[in-house]
Structure formats: C-alpha cells, structure tokens
C-alpha cells in the first residue's frame, strides 16, 4: 500500500451534528466559559438565512457577538434581483436578532467583473484577508445556507488556510472554525440557478496546477458528487477536464434508497454513452455525511495514484453537483490534497442568479454543523 | 475502448479520445473552409457558436492525428481526408511536414487580472505565461512529430538565436530542448501558483515578459530535432479565445497582427468574445484587421447544400461506428415521404375538407372556374392533390384580397400556372400539416436544415433520431424511423431544448421573451388564409440606422435600449438568432434577425429563408416589457 494511502487524515476523527444535536453541541460548547463568536453568514432572499444565527445567538453565554453578513452583488440584471423584499425582511430579521447582543458588519462580494467575467469565487476570499480580522474571536462560525458554492468554497479554504498556517505565537491556533448548513431538499428545488455560465471554471484556490501545460501529459481523474438536475453543468464540467478517469460519486445510503439508481436513470446518457463511465468506476458515500465523501475521495485519488505511479501519476478535479452539506467534503479533500502538493481541482459551474419558486413548500430546515478546525483538533 | 451505441452523442473533438475514432468520424467536406491561396501566411481567426467544429478543425493538424492519419491513407474511411490534407500540403509520401501546436485559453489567463497590481505587470505575466506554455507545447509536439518520447528526447532538440533583434528572457541561446524546457516549467509554475495562493501575492516582480517573443523564438530556422529542420511549415492553434478577458485578447490579436512569426497563427473563439457592439456588426471591426476571418455558421448559411452534404457524410461515418447496429448510411434511416398506404386515408380525408373549402370559397365567383377545373383534373397520390387543393385555397385567398379593388374577370389557367410556384407549395404543405396534424418535421433535408448550419446541433438532433434507428435495430425491428416519429421526436428534443434557455443561456429569461416575441410575430404572419409571406416569416429586420442606435445605446426614442442591446447579444452570441447585416431592400438597408430553425420546429414555422417583418426599437423594447401584442398593422413586409 502507497503511502498516501496510509497518510494520517486531518478529519479521520470528526465532529458532524445534525438536526437537534447542533443545538446540544451548542449549548453545551457556549457553557463552557466566555466565548467570542464571529459569525459569518450569506445575507440573501433564501429562507433559511437567519436560521444558523437565530439558533445560536438564542442560546446565550458569554463574551462578544459579531456577524459579518455578506451580500452578493450579482449585477443590476440579476434574476436574483426580483426578491429584494425577501433579502429586505431578512435582513430585518437578523437586525432585531443580532440587536443588543452584538454588531453586524456588512460586506458585498462582487460576483461579476465589469466584462461579464465571474470573479465572485476570488472575492470570496478577500472577504476574510488576514488573520487580523479572526483574532479577537474564539470560534469562527460560518453559515453557508444562502451562500453559493463559488463563494463559501474559497472562503472556508481561506479560513482554514489562515488558521492552520498561523504562527504558533499569534494566539490563532485555537481559533475554532464551525460551519453551519440548513439542509432543506424541497427548498433546494424550489431555487433554480438561471444563466448559468457556458463554461466551467475552477474554484478560486483549487485549479493552478490543473492548467498547467508543463503536466498537460498526466492523465485525469474526474470525481463528480451527483446531484438532480445538473446535466448541463456536469458536461460543462466535464469540457473543462477533459478527464482520461471519471468516477462518479453517488449518494449512498440515502433516505431515499432509490436514490441512486435514480441518479443513474437520470443521467444514463451522458454518463453511458457520451462520456462512457466505467461501472466499475462508481463510488458511494453516506447522502448526510460529508466526512464520509471526504474519506472516499482521498481514497480514490489515493488508489488512482498509485495506480498510475508509473506514468508519473495524476491529477484529480471533484465537482459538487448535490447538496451543500456533500460539497463539504469535496471542500475538505480537496484542501488537504492541496495541502499535500497534489495538483486538484474543485470545478463549478457559476450562473448568472437564482429564482425561487413564489409558492414555496413549507421548509423543514434541519441544521447541520460542522467543526473543522480548532481545539479538538488538537493532538 | 468499446465503441459507443449512439456515436452521435460524441459531441465535441473532446469527447472522442482515439485519434483513430476522431478521423474514422471527421467529415473531409469540413476543410473547404481552409481553401484560400493565403492559407499559411496570414493570421485566420475561425469564430462560430458552440459547436461549429473548431477545436475538431484544430485537432485535424496536430502531430499524433497527422501521423494516425498517415498511416490510415489507405482506408476508405482516410483515404479522402488524406488526399485532402496532402492538397494543403500538410501531408507528403513519407509522412506530415507540419508541426501544428494547439494550445486553448480555457486556461487561467483570465485570472492574471485580478491579480493585485498595474496594468503592465499583469500584461508581462501574460506574456509570461503564454510564451512558457507555447515553449513547452512545441517542445512536446516537435517530440511527438518525430516520434521521440517526451520529456526524455528533449536533449535532442535544439533552439537556435532567431535572426530577430528580440529581448529574450531565456538565460542562453542557442539552448538544448531540456534547458527550455526547465526554463518554461519554472516561469509556469511560479505564475500558477501565484494565481491559486491563499497567502500574500508573493511573486516576485521579476517574472514577467516584455512581448509574446516565443511566436518569433520557434520557426522552421532555429527550433531543430538532431540539428535538422522539424518541419517545413509551423502551426500555432490557439482555441477558445473568447475565454480570455477583453483587453488580453485585444492585446494578443495586435501581438500577432503585429509580431514577426516564424509560424502561422491559427486563433479560435466563440461569438461570445465579441463585445456587443461586435456582436450587432457580426464581428466586422476585427475582420476588416484580419482578413482572415472564417464565420463557420455564415459559410455554411451561404452554402446550404454544401452544410447538407457535408452533414451527411458525418452523419454516415457515425452511424457506421455505432456498436450494436451495422448500418451503412444515416439516410435511409429516415423515411421522407408521406406517400405510403397508412398516409392514404388521412390525406384522402383532407382533401375531401380542402375541396369542400376550396369550392365554397370560389362559389358564386366566376374568376375561379377555370382554376378550380384545372385543379379538378390533376391527378397524383391523396398527398399531392390535398397539397395542389391547399396551394389553390392560398391562391383563392389572395385574389378576393385583391379583387376589392379589381373586376371579377375570369382568371385563366395560365394565370394559375404563373402563380403556382414553389413558395406557395410549401405554405400549403405546412398549412396541411398544421390542420390534419400531419407530420412536418421529417427526412434528412429537414434534419440538415434545422441544424442551422452548427455541426453540434446536428449531431444532436440526428442522435436523437439515431437512438431510437438504434434501439429498433437492438429489438429486432426495421430500424427505419417513420415521418411520424422523426416529427415527434424532433419535436420532443426542441421542447427541451427550449425549457433550457432561461438556465442556459445569459438574460435567458429575457432572451426568452424577446424570442416568443419574434416566434409569436412570424407564426401570426406565416398562418395568414392568403400566406402573403410565403413559405413563411421566420425572423424581424430593424433598419441599420436603429441597429446603430442600439449599438450606441442610443436613447434618442425615449426608451432605455440597454435591455435590448444585451438580449440581442446574448440571442447572437448563443446562436439563437442569426444576423445578416446590411440587407438591401426597397432601397434600405436593413439588419436581419432569422431565428435559430430549431426554434422554427417551436414556433410551427417552416424551416426556409426569407420571410421577415421590420419592426421598430419601440416595439421590440415593448415586447421585453410586456410581450408580443397581435396587431394586424404593425410592421410591412420587407421580403
């Protein structure tokens, strides 16, 4: 066995809550003593905006309160730009929630360059521009349920990479990184992406090796996490990698045990016969567990290494085509792949904005957390 | 690899990884686009839609394929394409004698911009990264033409000082292929991870190039393999130009324009990289600079027939490579007449209603004795005599339109002769098909034309017809697809396809509106009891006057026709609509907009050329606002 296949992983042991038990986590975390929450969150139309920040400010404890609400500025011509009124309300919200007990600070994330360029993924991680900014707080929050995946993707690298690379004097090792999801399936359908860009890209962190010319030579391994509805962007995705590998990820097991098989119904033909994925090439991971995803795809990209040593390896791009709570451990595995001098790639698809269904279902948001980095990483 | 069950689903060059199956698939016909007496001396620039056959275009010249290709000649699958490339003098005898290189913008160029910094700096770092990369994938294609192995030959390459007076940045010259090759790598590397770091900008000021030098560096005179020319004649393909921000591409068309090259310099882009303003002039600004620009679309729009053939032998190459089905030929696959017994009765049943029509129409109007006598005794199958009645209808219809303000002379039947023509046939084959559903859509000339001249949309629409010739086939049964089934799944595809566009395309949502506008207007037109516009009205005209005034932004007419610029350059841009500028008309010159003809199939409207109604600024930013509005006297017909 290789030794990446044997190399220790950052998140082998992991802290996952969801539904009812975030709410312990909580609880049982802010009691322990004064703590000094940065909480970051995505200010849009989506409904489960405050849910994260409602959650826990409600739980009192100690110490300072601040949240940094990022708004996207997806130009005037947005479709996003027929909920106004839902941002307004929810911004209402979070005022009276936030009021007496902390500040919010605004930033916009400009998500187009004047030529129609999309530039939201690398301003994403200006957001957050040095450690400066993190060290008054003991725990980072950052609540990614109305945050896109070009822009809660390079901001949770960014953190990470902050805070893992801080040096030990600066007091920020301990610094303790917690992201938030509220998982809501009918919600998710119910927001469509329009516009979306006619070309893939890479996430803002997560390409420069890929496109290099000098390892052009290395084959490709793709590593698609398969969602519903995202035939288009899975063969922009796929123009853009041209892989020699592709090795799909399904959810599995699933609430849902049909699931699966239906994600294979959906995409028989682009998966079968125009990009003529192996069967064998299949990988599954547990549809509410991102450690889970993160674990498989350090796997494969480990096992496909090795396999191809003597062609002088491989590089591997993953995409997130399913929920955010999955994209999570896209994120992680790329990052520590990264970490570790691999040329990987997280690839994406941007749009133009999202429109919501006016006769929305009744949401059943469950909140999901998620503890990357901090004290009880500690050795 | 196994071969695939419906090859046509093999989109793009991309998709087909075997330079066997890619030139077993490409279309010879496809290189008529190259014929020009300038070919290897000027800079060309090939633009079209996704999907117009570039990067397949590309591919055809580089090292592997040529050599794949050369030991193929005598296949019946090469053995065209083979004498085709030998006339372009790209292959000899013994073998290629071009070095082509392509390398694509679908890179992280775009990105230098957001690097902190002046201008200039992010200019050399483009420079930079450009001439690493051209260094580097000349090194591997001169490799690879030669049949050496990369990266372990590149000490048999060398690289002489050009004869050029040229600030270059490569520590020696004359070098070894190894040195370059190491020299490259670094300045990549260091710009790439510059690029993708989480940390501090920390690269060093130093990196970064003057001018795009390695276009000078490689020629046949001083990039030599065991000291001997490579090649005779060099090719730097740069694909998916329209990826690179504005002003990097201005930057690289003015280098190229303005560079001494030892090679020639081949760009590809989508529409999209044009600005749109280039948009709305169909990229003439660059054109009239280059001289060398090839619209893939507008060839072939000039050239229907041509598109037609050419289509078809792709169509016949996939069908062949198709693994569960031996099938020699696309085309009989696809029925195209309605002449067959189940049609008989259907049509036998229209002309029964058309005649009665027909004959209350002309009653008590003895201008129409003699036509309807003549009509009477033509003879033919149910399809022609119910197409012959429904021509005669439209022909009644337009004479008591006239006959207002004319005498009711009898109108002989060389009257009838004279305006019986073809556009007046292919009105009543449609008004026929849209009142007795009878299917429209059908046979393999329909199929080329709704292609709108875009390889890709080809591809798409005949796979959808070939899946179902291939699962016939898989069962057991004729693998011939009927009228019927083409038209419906035609029709089925275009559904889809339009569903997509508010996800798909930029201002979809807009775009939509602006094209059920124009597709609302043309069918409203097109379906008038006299078809004035005969076959049909498949697109709108605004004078070049207002196409300035677009193009300025110009909102002299009291609307904001902003709006309006972007659709329009998003439709253009995604080949929704298609341009022809400066049409001349009844003494004006007009910019016409025809529909994409798959979107003909949306709109229930024939898939000819030339109908079209002028329209003005002010109605078309009243149909983004609020939609089409009938009006019986808005707009005149043009053609």
Redesign the interface.
Known sequence: MSAELEAPKYWENYILDIGESVTQFWAQHLGTGPRDLLFILGCGFDPRTILGVETLFGLGGQGKREVLAITLDEGATSPSMTHLSAVETNREKLQKLVEGRGVITATSVQMQAEDGRRIGSRNAAGVIKDLLQLQPFSDVILDISALPRAIYCPLIAKILYLLKHAPPDSGCARINLHVLVSEDPALDDAIKEEGISDTASYVYGFGGGLEMESTTDLPKIWIPVLGEKQEEQLKRVYDLVSPNEICPLLPSPSRNPRRGDDLIYEYRELLFERLRVEPSNFVYAAERNPFEVYRHIKRTVAQFRDALKPLGGCKAVISAHSSKLLSLGVLLAAYELKEANGDVGIAHVESQGYTMNPTLPETKSELCGLWLCGECYEP | ??E???PF????A??I?SDATFLRLFGPGILELLVSDDLWERPKIFRSA?GGGKTSLLRLFTPNVLHTLHAYRTTEECRELHQKMCDLQVLRDQGPVLLGVI?SA???Y??L??LEGDPHRKRRLLFALLN??II??FL?AALALKGAT?PNDLTRLTILSPSTQIPMPIPELPCRGTEA?DW??EV??SV??S?????PDELPSVVGHDSLFSLSLISRESFLFDQEAIAERFLFMFDDVH?L???QRDILLNTIVEARRGMTVWISE?F?ALSPDELLTSGAILGRDYGGVVSLEDYWRERPKRFESVVLNIADRRARAAADIEIGAFDPSLETSLDGMEWQDQFRSALDAIKLRVLTLAQNHTQFTEWVAVTEAIQGTPRERANTWRALEILIQREKRKSQTSFDFPLSSEDLEDKDNSAVNAAAELFLADEFGLPYYFGFSKLASLASSNIEQFLWLAGENFEEVASNALLGRSPRLSPDRQDSIIRRAVKRAWE?I?????????VIYFLEAIGSLAKQETYRPSAPYAAGVTGIAISMADRNRILQANNATGVDLS?LR?VLASALANNLLEPILDYKCKGERWMVLNLNRFLCVHFGLPLQRGGWREQSLLTLCDWLAHGFKPNKKDGVLIS
């Open positions: 690899m196994r695939p069950r419906n689903r093999l989109r793009s991309e998709d990884e996704p390398l679908a890179r992280n775009a990105s911009t957001d690493s990369r580097i994938a591997r990369f090759y490259a790598r990549e590397a790439c991870k690029l993708d770091s989480f940390g990826l921000t504005s002003l989508r999209e997509e508010p996800r798909r395309v930029r201002k979809g949502r807009d709006t972007d």
